[in-house]
């Protein structure tokens, strides 16, 4: 059973430790749930890592991850509660928009007419009404990623993880998916984490911040705080205040 303190809690890293030859990574936090949460850290701060250690890809050798006070260990990356979008090759090439968005209903596209419908509500809503024919190489990076979006949608994960998924898009795109990824999260009320080397990120789209430098979460604010500090050199150099 879960305790009262592991429900209030979206997702939680205790004594999290995971050991590469070159260096070790120690994580440890608690993030309630609805909230949108910025990772952000420079090259090699172990962003990425952490982020396949909540999906399951890397097995810590040490610690716990909780997601909704469930214990994750043991549990395949399909078997968690968590959506993942990247940087980019989200998409099958060779599948419509449609049916890259249905593998998040049934991996076997084995879709009911309702399944049908709500893939193409997902595209109505991420502004891709009538693309579901299109084959990915068609479309802009923009249309891409909001096609991958329409399939974190349809599976309703309460976990969503961002690794820099505005990186390949030019400035106008990168606002206009910043609204959008504040209007569905205003719907859906899931909790997002998101990387993010772009302080306007951090600024306009994130409530909290998580800071990594050299393997350690050194800093979890709220945003306002965040860039309020001018106590740690990192974080001045991510803001721009060298
Ligand atoms: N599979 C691995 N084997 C050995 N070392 C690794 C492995 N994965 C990551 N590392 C090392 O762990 C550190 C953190 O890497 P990570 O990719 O998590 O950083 P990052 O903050 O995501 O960087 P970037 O912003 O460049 O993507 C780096 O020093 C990296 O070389």
Same mark, same amino acid.
């Given at each position: 059973?879960?305790?009262?303190?592991?429900?209030?809690?979206?997702?939680?890293?205790?004594?999290?430790?995971?050991?590469?030859?070159?260096?070790?990574?120690?994580?440890?936090?608690?993030?309630?749930?609805?909230?949108?949460?910025?990772?952000?850290?420079?090259?090699?701060?172990?962003?990425?890592?952490?982020?396949?250690?909540?999906?399951?890809?890397?097995?810590?050798?040490?610690?716990?991850?909780?997601?909704?006070?469930?214990?994750?260990?043991?549990?395949?990356?399909?078997?968690?509660?968590?959506?993942?979008?990247?940087?980019?090759?989200?998409?099958?090439?060779?599948?419509?928009?449609?049916?890259?968005? *249905?593998?998040?209903?049934? %991996?076997? &596209?084995?879709?009911?007419?309702?399944? #049908?419908?709500?893939? +193409?509500? /997902? =595209?109505? @809503?991420?502004?891709?009404?009538?693309? *579901?024919?299109?084959?990915? %190489?068609? &479309?802009?990076?923009?249309?891409?990623? #909001?096609?991958?979006? +329409?399939? /974190? =949608?349809? @599976?309703?994960?309460?976990?969503?993880?961002?690794?820099?998924?505005?990186?390949? &898009?030019?400035?106008?795109?990168?606002?206009?998916?910043?609204?959008?990824?504040?209007?569905?999260?205003?719907?859906?009320?899931?909790?997002?984490?998101?990387?993010?080397?772009?302080?306007?990120?951090?600024?306009?789209?994130?409530?909290?911040?998580?800071?990594?430098?050299?393997?350690?979460?050194?800093?979890?604010?709220?945003?306002?705080?965040?860039?309020?500090?001018?106590?740690?050199?990192?974080?001045?150099?991510?803001?721009?205040?060298?």
């Amino acid at each position: 059973m879960n305790s009262p303190a592991s429900v209030s809690t979206a997702l939680s890293l205790q004594d999290v430790e995971v050991r590469f030859e070159t260096m070790t990574l120690a994580f440890d936090c608690a993030i309630p749930p609805g909230q949108i949460v910025a990772v952000v850290g420079a090259s090699g701060s172990g962003k990425s890592t952490l982020f396949n250690v909540i999906a399951g890809f890397e097995e810590p050798e040490q610690g716990a991850v909780h997601i909704l006070g469930k214990d994750m260990a043991g549990r395949l990356p399909a078997e968690r509660p968590v959506s993942v979008i990247f940087q980019e090759h989200n998409l099958f090439a060779h599948l419509d928009a449609a049916t890259n968005v *249905g593998l998040g209903i049934n %991996p076997a &596209l084995h879709l009911s007419a309702v399944d #049908r419908a709500k893939v +193409a509500d /997902a =595209l109505k @809503r991420v502004g891709l009404d009538g693309f *579901g024919g299109r084959l990915p %190489p068609t &479309l802009s990076g923009g249309e891409r990623q #909001r096609v991958a979006l +329409a399939r /974190a =949608l349809v @599976r309703h994960r309460p976990l969503l993880l961002l690794d820099e998924p505005f990186a390949a &898009l030019d400035p106008g795109m990168r606002a206009e998916m910043r609204e959008l990824l504040r209007d569905l999260h205003d719907e859906e009320g899931n909790t997002i984490l998101m990387i993010t080397h772009h302080p306007d990120d951090v600024r306009l789209l994130a409530d909290k911040v998580l800071f990594l430098d050299r393997g350690r979460i050194i800093a979890h604010d709220p945003v306002d705080r965040f860039v309020e500090r001018r106590d740690i050199t990192a974080i001045n150099r991510f803001l721009g205040r060298e």
